[in-house]
């Protein structure tokens, strides 16, 4: 464990099927004045808003909506948002949906008392929040992004085919509290879930895959892919079983919320990937990831050998006797890539409305980062993102 660094998580849990029973508590924390945020139709759907609203009611709070927040929220919804907030003097947004809703309410959060524009301030320059950010509270109803235990916001602006994430540097843009109910997750249709499964296997992923020192953070990782790779298999045959959905959920909240990624630089090359595609696809999130992920791997295998054998031995259960470590570290990837279409997972670009003629613009798109076994160039980006069509 090498490095210097600091942890701290301020979300608080609220876990199982009992866990919306605490949400009174936590609301009686804040001021009157709750804006209520989700997506299309679920939550009406399912019943999730209509329990929320009566919690709500009971408190006696002052309800505003934003509804309608779409799965990769846009900056025009986020202009949206913002005004109704203000116009309510927001004093919690609470979020009842995925990652697309309690990325939005963060995204409101640090933009409701901020005089600039949010979109060029947070995400083309990266800037931190200068003016008092709104407190957000989470209603998970969705498992993959890890968006209720950490301070990501991804906005994606259609115009200048951008999709972009911040992690903002302050623990306060993380929710202050989420309500983790596996039951809620059991209405997703199929390919969320599984694009949801992959997302979260992808987070760990993206973590492991840097560094070559003896990290405990590894360690924890090869954990948490192990119980998500034996509860996909069971939630993908029998999508209504309740100990594999909280098996995933709290592996989802556990793969992004800061703590695998302690003492490593991390890679974060496929989420790049995936979200340039999705700027020019609008497609689902887990799935651009799925369908970038064999090409870029086996690109970037041989500088990072070591740690590709290791995940072949210790997450897919290869034997490594008689052969070479590139022959071991490549059958953890196939197995990895058979795990992927046994999901049901899409594992080309394609599939999901991307062309050749796209390839160019999507690799401008696509931003370099350097934490990772080899530091990609432009024409490299291009050559994987080819092989991914
Ligand atoms: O809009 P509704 O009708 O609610 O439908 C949603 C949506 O169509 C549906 N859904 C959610 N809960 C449901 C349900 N349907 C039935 N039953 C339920 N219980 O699922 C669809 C997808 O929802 P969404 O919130 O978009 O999915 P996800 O949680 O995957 O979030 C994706 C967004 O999060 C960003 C992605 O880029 C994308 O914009 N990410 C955020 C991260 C973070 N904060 O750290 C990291 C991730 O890597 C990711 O980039
Ligand atoms: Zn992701």
Redesign the pocket.
């Known amino acids: 464990m090498l490095g210097n660094f600091s942890y701290c998580n301020p979300t608080k849990l609220y876990f199982g099927e009992n866990s919306l029973e605490n949400l009174s508590a936590e609301l009686k924390k804040y001021g009157k004045n709750v804006v209520l945020v989700?997506?299309?139709?679920?939550?009406k759907k399912?019943g999730?808003y209509d329990e929320v609203v009566e919690i709500l009611k009971k408190n006696q709070k002052n309800i505003a909506e934003i509804p309608g927040?779409?799965?990769?929220?846009t900056v025009e919804k986020l202009y949206e948002g913002i005004e109704i907030a203000r116009k309510h003097n927001v004093d919690l947004l609470l979020a009842v949906?995925?990652?697309?809703?309690?990325?939005y309410c963060k995204a409101v959060s640090v933009s409701v008392n901020c005089d600039e524009d949010p979109w060029q301030k947070y995400y083309i320059d990266f800037d931190e929040p200068t003016c008092e950010t709104i407190p957000v509270g989470c209603v998970l109803?969705?498992a993959?992004?890890?968006?209720e235990m950490?301070a990501?916001?991804?906005i994606?602006n259609h115009k200048s085919k951008l999709?972009i994430?911040h992690?903002f540097a302050d623990e306060k843009i993380m929710p202050r509290f989420s309500v983790l109910n596996p039951k809620?997750?059991l209405?997703?249709?199929h390919y969320?879930m599984v694009?949801?499964i992959y997302?979260i296997f992808n987070?760990i992923c993206e973590q492991y895959f840097s560094g070559d020192d003896d990290n405990t953070s590894d360690y924890i990782s090869e954990g948490l892919m192990k119980s998500l790779i034996t509860s996909s298999r069971i939630a993908n045959k029998d999508s209504q079983n309740y100990e594999a959905r909280s098996n995933i959920m709290w592996t989802a909240t556990w793969a992004?919320n800061t703590l695998v990624a302690k003492g490593k630089s991390t890679d974060w090359m496929v989420?790049m990937l995936g979200?340039a595609v999705?700027a020019y696809t609008d497609a689902?999130?887990?799935m651009t990831l799925a369908a970038v992920s064999i090409p870029y791997y086996k690109f970037i295998m041989p500088y990072g050998l070591e740690k590709f054998k290791r995940f072949a031995v210790n997450v897919w259960n290869v034997n490594p006797g008689g052969k070479t470590d590139e022959e071991t570290a490549l059958e953890g990837l196939k197995a990895m890539e058979n795990w992927m279409k046994e999901l049901g997972l899409v594992m080309n670009i394609t599939d999901l409305g991307a062309s050749e003629d796209m390839i160019e613009g999507i690799a401008d798109s696509t931003l370099i980062l350097e934490g990772g076994y080899k530091t990609l160039n432009h024409e490299e980006i291009a050559k994987i993102l080819k092989e991914c069509l």
């Open positions: 989700y997506g299309n139709n679920s939550a399912n999730i927040v779409m799965p990769n929220p949906g995925g990652g697309s809703v309690c990325d109803t969705m993959g992004t890890g968006s950490n990501g916001s991804v994606t999709k994430g992690v809620y997750t209405t997703l249709p969320q694009a949801g997302d987070h992004l989420h979200q999705g689902t999130h887990g």
